[in-house]
């Protein structure tokens, strides 16, 4: 391999048509784990969708579940050890 910048663009240029450039756009970590709530077929009829709060932490943490939970409109309850999230911006009606 030559030095300087052509070395590097033919270098670069290898390495992707040898695959090994196949995902230079990464999702942020948890992102897939976030689409596989919002995705679900529970979410997707607007119902309501629950999850461990320990899994949450685990996964994305509390902070970026309440941002997406936010952006999208829906509703979250914190039931102890667990987050219910109704996935339809209605009104929300909680029956003590």
Not at 5 to 29: D, F, H, W
Not at 32 to 46: K, T, Y
Request: net charge positive; charged share 30%.
């Amino acid at each position: 391999m030559g030095g300087g910048a052509g070395g590097l663009k033919e270098a670069l240029t290898r390495a992707r048509y040898a695959g090994g450039m196949k995902n230079l756009t990464r999702k942020p970590v948890g992102q897939d784990w976030l689409d596989q709530i919002f995705c679900s077929q529970s979410a997707l009829r607007g119902g309501a969708v629950r999850r461990r709060k320990a899994d949450v932490l685990r996964e994305v943490g509390l902070d970026r579940l309440e941002l997406e939970v936010r952006r999208r409109g829906f509703h979250m309850v914190d039931c102890g050890t667990d987050l219910v999230i109704s996935c339809s911006g209605t009104p929300l009606r909680i029956i003590y």
